[in-house]
């Protein structure tokens, strides 16, 4: 994949975030687009390899649409200056937790776990770190895990404890979460080096323990 090219027409987008100038380089968007998508088609492979859990995830159900929803946002802009991607079991809308791909000038990011779960998923994951303080702390304080994801994403994180747990209980903050989010910046460099592809599958083989954990939950 070209990524010199598609930084390039973000960086475009984001000072011309307007149908007509977007209609006039469409056809330079769809190759950006179908190039992005084959990327993470071969970035699924390996990953398959190492998480068995995404099942038959494809590009065309991960990667997400460039277009804005706009109807309840203040910012009216149409478009989205990024392109990104969530690799999990049934794809972007799935309700499992995968691997996240974001690609954006000077604000690009991997991530990974589960972001805002259903109701009944979120508690499933509580439930899970309830009985299971240890193992979610293990993965949590790993010396890798740690010095590559060192907090969880405390985004809409509860200033009280969820109903039905005891206020003492020692991983009591991580219960305080709704999302189960790690997040890593990446400049643009890391994309425009060789074996792109093998650095994103470390991020990875770091991450899978927790997704391994989240999942489980779920499916309980």
């Known amino acids: 994949m070209d ?50 859990g995404i099942g038959q995830a494809t590009a065309s159900e991960s990667v997400f649409r460039i277009y804005r929803d706009i109807r309840f946002s203040h910012d009216k802009t149409p478009y989205k200056t990024h392109l990104s991607a969530f ?25 990974g776990g589960i972001y805002c779960p259903d109701p009944p998923a979120l508690e499933s994951v509580r439930n899970e770190i309830y009985h299971h303080p240890d193992e979610i702390r293990a993965i949590l304080d790993n010396r890798k895990f740690k010095k ?41 460099e890391f994309f425009l080096r060789e074996g792109v592809i093998d650095s994103i599958m470390e991020l990875c083989k770091i991450q899978y323990p927790l997704n391994v954990f989240l999942n489980r939950a779920v499916k309980s």
Not at 20 to 46: A, G, M, T
Not at 90 to 111: C, D, M, Q, V, W
């Open 87 to 111: 690799i999990g079991n049934g794809g972007k809308k799935t309700r499992f937790a995968g691997y996240y791909i974001h690609i954006e000038p000077e604000n690009s990011l991997f991530a």
């Open 148 to 188: 590559t994801f060192p907090e969880l994403s405390d985004e809409d994180r509860l200033k009280n404890p969820p109903r039905g747990y005891p206020k003492d209980f020692k991983e009591i903050e991580l219960l305080k979460n709704k999302h189960f989010i790690t997040h890593y910046p990446l400049e643009n």
């Open 3 to 52: 990524f010199g090219r598609t930084f390039d027409f973000l960086a475009r987008l984001q000072i011309n975030n307007d149908r007509n100038w977007f209609h006039q380089h469409k056809l330079e968007y769809d190759e950006i687009r179908r190039d992005f998508e084959n990327f993470i088609n071969r970035l699924i492979v390996p990953l398959a390899q190492l998480d068995p």
